[in-house]
């Protein structure tokens, strides 16, 4: 099996030196930079498996190079124990969240179950309905040939719809299998998070594509 690679964005040398020897420890390559601006440039000339961003970084904050990595995931180390912080950076990209001082077994715990995702078998990585894909892997979305700009949120209930083109989901289904990709919705927001995503998809291609089943859920539009 390949090494994998796992890039550390951190400017603090001595945290930085402890996980890249944990991380060796167990059979990872580790690569490092120590700003915004030298992340982004070791990114766009090699891509890891997986990126540890801390947030508190000189020149170009986390917040800032997170929405521009594609297709990695991104555990983000952080002092910052706000949930709202946490919630805003989940739909923000990042594929996890993990509060600094951390637990060793822990961090390499979160590792490993982003690898385990990464890993499962998937015969496709796009999704298809009508106009409509959905790319698993780099969460791209279109519809009618246009991107489409999608939160965290949005994008995991037009993934489940997708993945289940002819089924009606209950409000209850979609809550339950949304909530690990996705903290923030509860039943109270969902009605306007599926506006939301309906109201962007349609902006796009000209086309409602979700169908409301009135006292059940929500389904794809037959002609999605």
Known sequence: MQMKTIAIIDDDIHIGD?????????GYAVTRAYSGTEALYLLSQNKPDLILLDLMLPGLPGEEVLPRIKGIPVIVLSAKVDVQDKVNLLLGGAADYISKPFDTAELLARIAVQFRKAEKPDSSSVLTAGDLTLDTVTFDVTAGGQSVKLTRTEYAILKLLMTNPKQTISK?????????DTPDCTERSLKQHISNLRRKLSEASGTDHIET???IGF???EKS
């Not at 890249?20 to 167990?26: A, K, Q, T």
């Not at 209850?172 to 690990?180: F, N």
């Open 172 to 180: 209850g289904a979609l809550l339950d299998h949304i909530s690990l």
């Open 213 to 215: 089943v009135w006292g």
């Open 18 to 26: 402890a996980l890249s020897e944990i991380l060796e420890n167990e």
């Open 219 to 221: 389904k794809l539009a």
